[in-house]
T-cell receptor, first 109, second 113 residues
Framework: GIQVEQSPPDLILQEGANSTLRCNFSDSVNNLQWFHQNPWGQLINLFYIPSGTKQNGRLSATTVATERYSLLYISSSQTTDSGVYFC???????????FGGGTRVLVKP | KAGVTQTPRYLIKTRGQQVTLSCSPISGHRSVSWYQQTPGQGLQFLFEYFSETQRNKGNFPGRFSGRQFSNSRSEMNVSTLELGDSALYLC????????????FGPGTRLTVL
């Protein structure tokens, strides 16, 4: 099946810093989503981005489908950005999301 | 529009028991998928239901089963619980046809003693 790899696995930031999270996938995809998992376990949708670039406030994402990677940018990080960020893809028809291992982000005040 | 809801939020069971989890999708969504999250295996796909039919299935034993009702609400059942079934179970809904973005509920945290 399709493989999804995220890097780095862990990231420690000082408040106000910028960062880039990467997601590599091994095959063409129909869907790519970025999620933030809150401390209670819920996955919060950040971006639905099978290709192109999107921005939402301090967050932005870019997916280069032909090169099979996606990037999530966090600018001016805040302590509330702490948590685990997941990238997930759907390769074929249907709704089976394959998740990466996540990037655990800690933003220190 | 209300989000995806899951009940119960927490469950404690003992080995050998069975458990049923419930998921109500976003109004109008016809696809419901279930995922298991454990520290060791990460997030893994269990199965997907669309219009009351199982459309996709992950690599889990037959002890894990599910169903979907005509109102799109879904239940998953785990029989003969094992310690390794302790996990966060997440449900996601999507429009189902050509609308692939999925939205997740808050999850059910199952502990098997």
């Amino acid at each position: 099946g399709i493989q999804v790899e995220q890097s780095p696995p862990d990231l420690i930031l000082q408040e106000g810093a910028n960062s880039t999270l990467r997601c590599n996938f091994s095959d063409s995809v129909n869907n790519l989503q970025w999620f933030h998992q809150n401390p209670w376990g819920q996955l919060i949708n950040l971006f639905y981005i099978p290709s192109g670039t999107k921005q939402n406030g301090r967050l932005s994402a870019t997916t280069v489908a032909t090169e099979r990677y996606s990037l999530l940018y966090i600018s001016s990080s805040q302590t509330t950005d702490s948590g685990v960020y997941f990238c997930a893809v759907i390769k074929a028809a249907g709704n089976k999301l394959t998740f990466g291992g996540g990037t655990r982000v800690l933003v220190k005040p | 529009k209300a989000g995806v809801t899951q009940t119960p939020r927490y469950l404690i069971k003992t080995r050998g028991q069975q458990v049923t989890l419930s998921c109500s999708p976003i109004s109008g969504h016809r696809s419901v998928s279930w995922y298991q999250q454990t520290p060791g295996q990460g997030l893994q796909f269990l199965f997907e239901y669309f219009s009351e039919t199982q459309r996709n299935k992950g690599n889990f034993p037959g002890r894990f089963s599910g169903r979907q009702f005509s109102n799109s609400r879904s239940e998953m059942n785990v029989s003969t619980l094992e310690l390794g079934d302790s996990a966060l179970y997440l449900c996601a809904s999507s429009g189902g046809i050509g609308v692939l973005e999925q939205f997740f509920g808050p999850g059910t945290r199952l502990t098997v003693l």
